[in-house]
């Protein structure tokens, strides 16, 4: 008997760079994942390129809701309200078919690659073999990639002891952390079956007594408090979730610590920082890929 997938409805609209923020507020209104990326087109800046906005739902969004609430923003903002799509998603199994599709993948020393790869990984590379499963991060998105770039440049600085991936998914970038140092990692995620993923992959990768995987809502697990403070942390989630976690941050960071943050767009690095300039935390570094801001921030 074939296995069965659950039933996904998927919202679709393309905006301007300019109206991204708020149409994106109505997504988060009626769906329970939203994503962006950005149209590349030929000759075209990054500010000038539209976006595609996405959102899915367990259940059929109501057509007439969704475009009174996309109307109201786009009078308000003063524009014509963007076709909307609807669509429901077919039912196969699209972890496996990303997985098929995803191509190794190089940022700095690491070369991340699906389990389903069989090549050979660059002479002096470090290796980092992932099977998604159902966890977000296959280190494709961009977000991932600079925060590995990020990594690398780290790694050549100093060793760094105590490593937090708050929402680490996959587990990639705790898995990096234990290779390039030998360092003992926290990686942590809200959904359960991430967590097991991301624990199997770090045995895969050998890493397994070095990386301990635990499911958390941010900061809440006593874990991740008996942890602290932490040499580093990754969090690679989106930029409310950053902003809300900002005081506990700063209250889980070494006085030398640093954090690597990712999941935001460059536009929203100005409310971000914000919100760490508040707890006492200043810009290192950052690292833009595809329009998408990773920032390393410490006291």
Known sequence: MPPAFPEIWRLRLTVTPETLAPFEA???????????????????SDGDCPWFLE?????????????????????????????LEIERVPGIDWVLANLRDFPPIAAGRFFVHGSHWR??????????????GT???SGEHATTRGCLLALDMLARRRRRLRVLDLGAGSGILGIAAAKVWASRVLCTDIDPPAVRVMAANAANNQVRSRVRACVSDGYRNPLV???????LVFSNILARPLCRFAPDLAAHLAPTGLAVLSGLLERQERRVMACHEAQGLRLKQRILVDGWATLVIGR
Not at 55 to 68: N, Y
Not at 119 to 132: F, L
Not at 225 to 231: E, K, T
Request: no cysteine; net charge negative.
């Open 225 to 231: 408090g008996r942890g602290a403070p932490y040499d």
């Open 55 to 83: 959102g899915f739902s367990r259940t059929p969004p109501d057509r007439a809701t969704v475009i009174a609430g996309l109307s109201a923003v786009a009078a308000a903002n003063g524009v014509e309200v963007p076709p």
């Open 119 to 132: 090549g050979k990984p660059p002479q002096g590379s470090i290796a980092i073999e992932i099977d998604a």
């Open 26 to 44: 109505v997504f988060d209104l009626y769906a329970e994942a939203v994503t962006m990326f950005m149209e590349d087109r030929t000759g075209m």
């Open 135 to 137: 966890a977000f991060g």
